[in-house]
């Protein structure tokens, strides 16, 4: 059983900062990627950003040069600094990683940009 929690969500107003970090309950060494996902209200949810245990990096299109995902193999964390923030980055955020062939969620946490 691999627990996530998310933390450091909150409101923010266009153009400002947020990080994001996941704690995990097992060494993240033995995760082979992890990533962050979101869903905004009425919407699927998609994948933000995904960083390998070599430490490359992936991120979506509307995220690209203004998130950066980082992880912490001594604390076990996996961190996403959200800068220039938009409106549209208004979503809960979640925290996931596979685990032999079982996929597991943190419970999100919310993050609101007001204009």
């Known amino acids: 059983q691999v627990h996530l929690v998310e933390s450091g969500g909150g409101l923010v107003q266009a153009g400002g900062s947020l990080r994001l970090s996941c704690a995990t309950s097992?060494?993240?060494?033995?995760?082979?990627?992890m990533y962050w996902h979101r869903q905004a209200p009425g919407k699927q949810r998609e994948l933000v950003a995904a960083?390998?245990?070599?430490?490359?990096?992936n991120y979506a299109d509307s995220v690209k040069g203004r998130f950066t995902i980082s992880r912490d193999n001594a604390k076990n964390t996996v961190d996403l600094q959200m800068n220039s923030l938009k409106p549209e980055d208004t979503a809960v955020y979640y925290c996931?990683?596979?685990?032999?062939?079982?996929?597991?969620w943190g419970q999100g946490t919310q993050v609101t940009v007001s204009s």
């Open positions: 996931h990683t596979v685990d032999y062939g079982i996929g597991y």
């Open positions: 097992r060494s993240i060494f033995r995760f082979n990627t």
């Open positions: 960083i390998t245990l070599s430490g490359s990096t």
